[in-house]
């Protein structure tokens, strides 16, 4: 089986309403957030990122990072998907429109003078689907 | 303040059910998984895993590790715990039974021939206690 395929009793995760990035910090620990995402038709996921955010910041130093998506109302059930990061400017705000399509937010008052919006693609290497108590 | 220092507000989080803990995996990404925990007076956190599991083996590599706390209630509100892992053996099952007084589960049923329970402590170097919302 391709490492990267999500179990069809696990799709149900990607319309979850928060994702947790973990990226390798400059200090040596994992930082670990909560975030918006969509996961798109390719299978790749997709984040909006601010520019100054030190979560930006690591994973354009280190693009390996693992995103993992919680069951919320069943903790024993998550995705965990590591997977390349790719930045790119989202200028345009053309990507962060489908995150406000989703959760209501206009990401363009959120950019501050010096700073740029960015679209963050995620292309899964290994996805683990684990379901503790399945 | 003390890096380490949880505010007040935020206490109802040590005890959640689920903890998610990020440790550096040999491949170069976070592993991420859920799993018990315990916080403990001392300002610690106590988690009770088998030796054979990957995660052990990423923290005996690489003791700086986060644990991260979610609202499940609440998603936009966690902790973040930047901590150092101190691993010991914990062959008398004493803290895998505060584990299954907790949690209600045996410990000394998962483990195999050849693996043993381990009591690893997590140390915090920096707390950040996050409300997106607040």
Redo the contacts between chains.
């Keep these: 089986m391709n490492p990267t395929t999500l179990p069809a009793e696990f799709r149900d995760l990607l319309d979850a ?2 994702a ?1 990035l ?4 400059a ?8 975030l918006w995402f969509l996961a798109d038709d390719d299978g790749t996921f997709k984040l909006s990122l601010n520019s100054a955010r030190q979560k930006t910041k690591n994973l354009e130093r280190d693009p ?3 995103l ?1 998506i ?1 069951d ?1 109302a069943n ?2 059930r ?1 995705l ?1 998907v ?2 390349d990061a790719h930045v790119a400017r989202d200028d345009d705000y053309r990507f962060a429109d489908r995150i406000r399509a989703k959760y209501g937010v206009d990401l363009r008052k959120v950019d501050g003078p010096g700073e740029h919006r960015l679209v963050v693609t995620l292309h899964p ?2 996805v683990n689907a ?1 379901n ?1 108590g399945g």
């Design positions: 309403q928060v947790i973990a990226t390798m910090g200090d040596g620990y994992p930082q670990v957030s909560a390996e990072v693992t993992f919680l919320l903790p024993r998550y965990e590591r997977a290497v290994k684990v503790v």
